[in-house]
C-alpha cells in the first residue's frame, strides 16, 4: 500500500490541503469518521492513496457518545493499518491550535492532537504536522516554537521543518513545505524497501 492519512478536528482545512495535494476537487462529505472514500492521486510519477479521516478531536453537530465512536474508529484503522501507512499528516489551525491545546491541558486533559501526534509516532506512522492558515498568524516564529514546546519536540522549530512542522497557508495553495516534508518521508520508505 501507498497510503497517506490525513487526521486533523473538523475545520482545519483537510479538504482544501486535499485539493492542493491531488490537484482536483475531493468530494468530501464531510462525513465524520473512517469514511474510506481514499481519494487515489499521482504525484511524482507514483501513485499514491490519500484517505481522510475527518472528525477526529471534535465534529461540530456531533454529540458525545457518537464522538467517542469516531475517535475508536479512528484509532482502530491506523492500528490495522499502519504497516501499510507510508506517512500521517496531522492537520492543525495555526490562529488556535495553542489555545485549544492549553485549555485541555488547564483541565487536566490530554489534548487530542497532542495525543494523536504520540500514537502516530507509537505506530511508527511518520507524521507531519501541517500548521495551517498561517495567513492569520503574526508571530509565526513564536507560534511554532510553541506548537513544537506541546508536542515535545525541542525548538526551534527550524530544527524540524525537513520532516514534521510544515507551516502552510492551503487556501492560497502555499503548501510547499509540506509536499518537502512528506516527500521526505516517502523517499524513506523506499529506502527502507530496498
Ligand atoms: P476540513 O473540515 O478540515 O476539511 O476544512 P476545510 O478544508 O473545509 O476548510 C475549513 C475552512 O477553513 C474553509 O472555510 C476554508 O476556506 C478555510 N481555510 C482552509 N485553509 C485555509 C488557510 O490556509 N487560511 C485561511 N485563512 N483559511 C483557510
Known amino acids: 500500500?501507498?497510503?497517506?492519512?490525513?487526521?486533523?478536528?473538523?475545520?482545519?482545512?483537510?479538504?482544501?490541503?486535499?485539493?492542493?495535494?491531488?490537484?482536483?476537487?475531493?468530494?468530501?462529505?464531510?462525513?465524520?469518521?473512517?469514511?474510506?472514500?481514499?481519494?487515489?492521486?499521482?504525484?511524482?510519477?507514483?501513485?499514491?492513496?490519500?484517505t481522510d479521516l475527518p472528525g477526529f478531536g471534535f465534529m461540530s453537530g456531533v454529540e458525545g457518545e457518537h464522538q467517542?465512536?469516531?475517535q475508536t474508529d479512528i484509532v482502530h484503522y491506523l492500528e490495522d493499518n499502519a504497516e501499510g501507512i507510508l506517512a500521517a499528516v496531522l492537520v492543525v489551525d495555526g490562529k488556535s491550535v495553542i489555545d485549544i491545546i492549553d485549555r485541555?491541558?488547564?483541565?487536566?486533559?490530554?489534548?487530542?492532537?497532542?495525543?494523536m501526534f504520540h500514537f502516530l509516532e507509537e505506530l511508527d506512522i511518520p507524521v507531519v504536522v501541517a500548521v495551517n492558515k498561517m495567513d492569520k498568524v503574526d508571530d509565526k516564529d513564536q507560534r511554532l516554537n510553541d506548537l513544537c514546546d506541546r508536542l515535545g519536540l525541542f525548538p526551534p522549530w527550524q530544527q524540524w521543518q525537513d520532516d514534521t512542522i510544515a507551516p502552510i497557508t492551503a487556501k492560497k495553495g502555499r503548501i510547499n513545505s509540506l509536499r518537502e516534508a512528506l516527500s521526505h518521508h516517502l523517499h524513506e520508505a523506499k529506502r527502507d524497501d530496498l
Not at 491531488?22 to 465524520?32: E, L, Q, R, S, W
Not at 485541555?104 to 495525543?115: A, F, K, L, M, Q
Open 1 to 50: 500500500d501507498n497510503e497517506i492519512v490525513l487526521v486533523g478536528r473538523s475545520n482545519v482545512g483537510k479538504s482544501t490541503i486535499m485539493r492542493e495535494l491531488t490537484g482536483h476537487a475531493v468530494p468530501t462529505g464531510k462525513k465524520p469518521g473512517v469514511t474510506r472514500k481514499p481519494n487515489h492521486f499521482d504525484w511524482s510519477g507514483e501513485s499514491f492513496m490519500f
Open 68 to 70: 467517542e465512536t469516531i
Open 104 to 115: 485541555h491541558s488547564e483541565r487536566g486533559n490530554i489534548p487530542h492532537d497532542v495525543e
